[in-house]
């Protein structure tokens, strides 16, 4: 990677990881906005927690080097579930929050798709790697 592809690649992975873990104090501690996203979408309590939880796994993946593709890959799903709640159910802006928190989600979601980007190889020799066993 070139030196400025390596800084935006750390940047992203750093940006990502500090949103998520950022939120993670509002979905544990059962902030009201919270609550009121998630008993939107009909999934009050466990899908406040298992998000919470599933979004503290990416982040702690994407700060280790040898497994932030699987962090990048982990929290592009996670926001692809978030924008597209926000998207269909909630609506850009939550409680009067003129769209903060959908603009998290698509910032993350960014950082995540550029960290897909640059461990491209790194997926598919783990691909690679999963069918040559498959095979065998």
Not at 101 to 118: D, E, K, P, R
Request: charged share 15%; aromatic share 12%.
């Amino acid at each position: 990677m070139k030196k400025t592809q390596t800084i935006l690649y750390w940047l992203a992975r750093i940006i990502a990881a500090i949103i998520m873990l950022q939120t993670l104090y509002f979905k544990f501690s059962g902030a009201e906005e919270s609550i009121y996203i998630f008993t939107t979408a009909g999934v009050e309590p466990f899908g406040r927690i298992a998000a919470g939880v599933l979004e503290l796994i990416a982040s702690i993946l994407l700060i280790i080097s040898a497994t932030a593709w699987l962090g990048g890959l982990l929290a592009a799903m996670l926001m692809t579930g978030a924008i597209g709640m926000h998207l269909t159910i909630l609506g850009i802006e939550v409680k009067g929050d003129n769209g903060y928190l959908f603009y998290l989600a698509l910032t993350v979601m960014l950082c995540s798709v550029w960290v897909i980007y640059c461990d491209r190889k790194k997926i598919m020799t783990y691909i690679s790697l999963i069918m040559a066993k498959a095979k065998a």
